[in-house]
């Protein structure tokens, strides 16, 4: 009995320690931990002439959403545009459509104020926020040291930068000026949610997971060939 009241405490003071060294730590098994992966995506512009979304090439993390899991999410659409829902639900939908198992629930929920997308919580949670200067949007993924299994993820877009809606519909045939696309930039991040990494060749910038984006941008609201590779890989 004592034995085991000083391995709770040893461990209850392991815990301790990471949380006031501000290390998001938690113990799921006595040899599994659950570490963190920030994606960043930078504003450049202009962009460059995109380049056939035809390159067949991606890069895979090797982490991963459990087999069988439905992922539901929340969007907190405090200081985001008009809209910002849909086009959310849109950008993940894009990916889902390329995989036999849906993966993310139609359902989006919508979350309250004190939800944000780049605090380990429980929930997976899209939220806008204020981000550093060049910083478009950053999606962190929290998951399985052991098992390499996804435990949650957050999505924060800057509310620096202006936001809009292709609220007619057009499409990559519509202008958006000085302001970035929700869906458009969405897409790329929800493709950080399944842990695939940005790419910063200049033959890979008409792809959807090219690392960097621009005002008007929109090329990438569908998948290219390495994009659909990717996912196609990891959730054959």
Do not use: C
Not at 61 to 78: D, F, R
Not at 91 to 98: H, K, L, M, P
Request: glycine content about 10%; aromatic content about 14%.
């Amino acid at each position: 009995m004592r034995k085991a009241l000083l391995s709770v405490i040893i461990v209850s003071g392991i815990i301790l320690s990471m949380i006031s060294s501000s290390v998001t730590v938690v113990f799921a098994f006595s040899n599994d931990v659950i570490r963190e992966k920030t994606f960043t995506t930078y504003y450049v512009n202009p962009i460059g002439t995109p380049s056939t979304d035809s390159y067949n090439v991606y890069a895979y993390s090797g982490v991963h959403w459990s087999t069988g899991k439905v992922v539901t999410y929340y969007v907190n659409s405090k200081g985001a545009p008009t809209g910002a829902i849909i086009a959310i639900k849109k950008a993940f939908e894009t990916w889902d459509g390329q995989i036999g198992n849906r993966l993310f629930n139609d359902n989006v929920q919508v979350a309250n104020s004190k939800l944000v997308g780049n605090r380990y919580d429980g929930k997976n949670v899209v939220s806008w926020g204020r981000l550093g200067q060049g910083i478009i949007a950053q999606t962190t993924v929290w998951y399985y040291t052991t098992t390499k299994e996804i435990v949650e993820f957050g999505m924060v877009f800057n509310t620096a930068y202006k936001w809009g809606i292709d609220a007619d519909g057009k499409g990559s045939t519509y202008t958006l000026t000085n302001a970035f696309d929700v869906q458009n930039i969405a897409t790329h991040e929800a493709g950080h949610t399944l842990m695939l990494e940005d790419l910063y060749t200049q033959a890979t910038n008409a792809l959807t997971m090219y690392g960097y984006g621009s005002y008007g941008q929109t090329y990438a609201l569908s998948l290219g060939a390495g994009d659909i590779s990717g996912i196609k890989a990891v959730y054959p």
